[in-house]
């Protein structure tokens, strides 16, 4: 693989320095606390994508076995200089092209999914390197939290579904919500045991800078948004393969 590549562009999102990083760290702090309270028992990981390096960081202690795709060369160098302790073993490869013989307990899809070209179909590829019994955890930026849906009746935001010039920087080609996620888990072949909200956001991020709310407050809103995944900033789903794809 090239030493810079299309996805390199994008590193400078992760590098920590502008106002959305206040909502990534909540998120990607909060929901690997979500999947490892749903994962007892399990001793691999397959994480896709490195980002901020966040959720790697928490899965990296609670999985004996860690390993991570990411195919921006970029991201990687980033993450290794930030985390130059991970065990994790990291693999370059785009998630499409992906290949290995191991079967892992666990695979998370970390916000993964509005990144892609065809997001069913590489839910369908990493079928494949899933125990037939294991866990598959996905989660995606919800179009239609609560922030948004005031913004666009206020009149201040047209289309809820509008990527922002942040998403564009992300590399993000889509926003989801609970029906569309939905379909495409189904379409996939996957069938879900667990839906919910990640982070009740009411306000912007601007606006939820002001009050500089205590952390306690902060994690009220996650855990206020669990049984309200439409309201939410991001959506989590717990898969399981149907019978006849885990044969």
Request: proline share 4%.
């Amino acid at each position: 693989m090239p030493a810079t590549n299309a996805l390199d562009q994008h590193v400078r999102a992760y590098q920590g320095d502008n106002i959305y990083d206040f909502d990534n760290e909540i998120l990607l702090k909060w929901y690997p606390t979500r999947v490892l309270k749903f994962s007892e028992n399990a001793a691999s990981l397959l994480e896709l994508g490195l980002g901020h390096g966040i959720a790697a960081r928490v899965f990296g202690k609670h999985f004996g076995r860690h390993v991570i795709v990411d195919a921006s060369p970029a991201v990687i160098a980033n993450f290794n200089q930030k985390y130059s302790d991970s065990d994790a073993e990291i693999v370059e490869s785009y998630f499409e092209t992906f290949e290995s013989k191991e079967r892992f307990d666990i695979i998370v899809f970390g916000f993964v999914l509005e990144h892609v070209d065809d997001p069913v179909q590489v839910l369908e590829h990493f079928g494949q390197f899933l125990n037939p019994r294991g866990r598959m955890f996905v989660t995606v930026p919800n179009a239609e939290v609560l922030n948004r849906r005031l913004g666009h009746l206020a009149g201040m935001l047209s289309d809820m579904q509008e990527l922002s010039h942040h998403d564009r920087l992300l590399g993000h080609k889509r926003y989801y919500t609970v029906q569309t996620l939905r379909r495409d888990i189904e379409r996939a072949g996957y069938e879900i045991k667990r839906l919910e909200g990640l982070y009740l956001k009411p306000l912007s991020t601007r606006q939820m800078l002001m009050h500089d709310f205590d952390d306690r407050v902060i994690e009220a809103f996650c855990t206020v948004g669990i049984d309200y995944p439409e309201l939410s900033c991001g959506l989590l789903a717990e898969l399981a393969l149907r019978p006849s794809s885990a044969a």
